[in-house]
T-cell receptor, first 114, second 112 residues
Framework: DARVTQTPRHKVTEMGQEVTMRCQPI?????VFWYRQTMMQGLELLAY????????DSGMPKDRFSAEMPDATLATLKIQPSEPRDSAVYFC????????????FGEGSWLTVV | QKEVEQDPGPLSVPEGAIVSLNCTYS??????FMWYRQYSRKGPELLMY????GNKEDGRFTAQVDKSSKYISLFIRDSQPSDSATYLC????????????FGQGTRLTINP
């Protein structure tokens, strides 16, 4: 059963610490999305990649967030330094090209910054 | 103004009722239209998708897209308590930015 795998599932950290979230897309998928979900804002697109190249990261606070794909099986989202307002659920999704019917989400990384 | 607008609800209906969920959008270039279902503390799961305009039916679910009005709908027939979840509409460009944009999500409760 192919699925998007995210780690860690839960993270509590202190303000100012670095947080790294990891995503393993479904094998064969060449598009990867990072979203942040909060009660107030819903699902916000932070960044997305195609064939490991960043296509759009305009939704990401550039001063503290960074996203990379070191290889086709790993996408990372890093926050440095973390702030309480970063507390949210971070989702990774993967798909094939622009085919909307192939986009599947992971279970999310639940981040709390205290 | 958000690109995709969706009433967050909450919406509560009795079991067996027909449920209608809707979204409006502003960008006429959207081509893919999806509905995702999200259970509490889980990731969104793809429920229905439509390319361009028209209707699509899958069991108790029907998705409709009206591009002239920039309006999409999801209908759930014979609703069940297991349908209780948050429903998110999503839209995707296939040209240019090719990003996937979500509505706020509507929280739905089906009461037995």
């Amino acid at each position: 059963d192919a699925r998007v795998t995210q780690t860690p599932r839960h993270k509590v950290t202190e303000m100012g610490q670095e947080v790294t979230m990891r995503c393993q897309p479904i094998l064969g998928h060449n598009t990867v999305f990072w979203y942040r979900q909060t009660m107030m804002q819903g699902l916000e697109l932070l960044a997305y990649f195609r064939n490991r190249a960043p296509l759009d990261d305009s939704g990401m606070p550039k001063d503290r967030f960074s996203a990379e794909m070191p290889d086709a099986t790993l996408a990372t989202l890093k926050i440095q330094p973390s702030e309480p307002r970063d507390s949210a659920v971070y989702f990774c999704a993967s798909g094939i090209g622009v085919q909307g019917n192939t986009i599947y989400f992971g279970e999310g990384s639940w981040l709390t910054v205290v | 103004q958000k690109e995709v607008e969706q009433d967050p609800g909450p919406l509560s209906v009795p079991e067996g009722a027909i449920v209608s969920l809707n979204c409006t959008y502003s960008n006429s270039a959207f081509q893919y239209f999806m509905w995702y279902r999200q259970y509490s503390r889980k990731g969104p799961e793809l429920l229905m998708y439509t390319y361009s305009s028209g209707n699509k039916e899958d069991g108790r679910f029907t998705a409709q897209v009206d591009k002239s009005s920039k309006y999409i709908s999801l209908f759930i027939r014979d609703s069940q308590p297991s349908d209780s979840a948050t429903y998110l509409c999503a839209m995707m460009l296939i040209q240019g930015a090719q990003k996937l944009v979500f509505g706020q999500g509507t929280r739905l409760t089906i009461n037995p």
